[in-house]
């Protein structure tokens, strides 16, 4: 199985801060990678695919970026809505495999 | 608008059967750029990718849970359906289902809402 380890685990901002979330993955997935933004009791939202395409009606201060086994989330200029916790999930082969998460908190 | 939405038994005894559908509406799992999955979460932990079906009826199963699980597909009623065997407290668990954007290298687009497993000894 691949394995994908995202870092740091937790991470404090600020409002309208910058934050990067890398994401590592155990042998070569192309750009097969996605993000997804999870909230308390909700179900994950998809925003990354394809390691830096943009999914629809996401705000474009969410990028992506990376190939092979290095990846990044960057959320620039931080909003209330941000606070979350982010995973990545590899889909380059079966089975499927999500990292541990990162947990973005306010500053 | 498209929605999935889980449904099974909130509870279920250890060493029995799991079973969970999840209904979509707003588009057909007939559809041939799809793919559809169920993912669960422990209680306050990470995501676990369960498995995956085509409509063909195709499927991919996480290797740790492939002697328990069972998908299968309903084109008719436009659903698709979940068997989890001998379950135990580790089973306990947020279960999801998702469709892939397109294809089987995509992320997961639109999800259901969850439906909380607890197994109960």
């Known amino acids: 199985d691949i394995q994908m380890t995202q870092s740091p685990s937790s991470v404090s901002a600020s409002l309208g801060d910058s934050v990067t979330i890398t994401c590592r993955a155990s042998?070569?997935?192309?750009?097969?990678l996605a993000w997804y933004q999870q909230k308390p009791g909700k179900a994950p939202k998809l925003l990354i695919y394809?390691?830096?395409s943009l999914q629809s009606g996401v705000p474009s201060r969410f990028s992506g970026s990376g190939s092979g086994t290095d990846f990044t989330l960057t959320i620039s200029s931080l909003q209330p809505e941000d606070f979350a916790t982010y995973y990545c999930q590899q889909a380059n082969s079966f089975p499927y495999t999500f990292g541990q998460g990162t947990k973005l908190e306010t500053k | 608008q498209l929605q999935l939405q889980e449904s099974g038994p909130g509870l279920v005894k250890a060493s029995e059967t799991l079973p969970l559908t999840c209904t979509v509406s707003g588009d057909s799992i007939s559809s041939r750029r799809h793919y559809w999955a169920w993912i669960r979460q422990p209680p306050g932990k990470g995501l676990e990718w369960i498995g995956t079906?085509?409509?063909?009826?195709?499927?991919y199963y996480m290797p740790s849970l492939k002697s328990r699980v069972t998908m299968s597909v309903d084109t008719s009623k436009n659903h698709f359906s979940l068997k989890l065997s001998s379950v135990t407290a580790a089973d306990t668990a947020v279960y999801f289902c998702?469709?892939?954007?397109?294809?089987?290298?995509?992320?997961?687009?639109?999800w259901g809402q969850g439906t909380m497993v607890t197994v109960s000894s």
């Open positions: 998702a469709r892939q954007r397109q294809g089987a290298n995509d992320g997961f687009d639109i």
């Open positions: 394809a390691a830096s």
């Open positions: 042998q070569d997935i192309d750009i097969w």
């Open positions: 079906i085509y409509y063909s009826g195709s499927t």
